[in-house]
């Protein structure tokens, strides 16, 4: 699993953050994606690598702008934390 975090310009408010999760979401098979305007980002949990052309692209067409994108392998944490 992978955990991947885009810095985006442009969202001002909760109706902004679902616009970017929604895009996120229709090229993205994500078991995860939450917004926030206040800082700025975008997280999702996937199974696989997510392309960051497919999610650039989708971001912009809505006109927000990708700042940066980092990407990780995450593990899944169990109850109380424990993997």
Known sequence: MFKTVINIEGMMCGMCEAHVSDAVRGVVSAEKVTSSHKKGITELITENEPDEKVLR????????????????????????GKK
């Open 57 to 80: 692209e989708a971001i912009e067409k809505d006109g927000y702008k990708v700042l940066g994108m980092t990407t990780e392998p995450y593990v899944k944490k169990g109850l109380f």
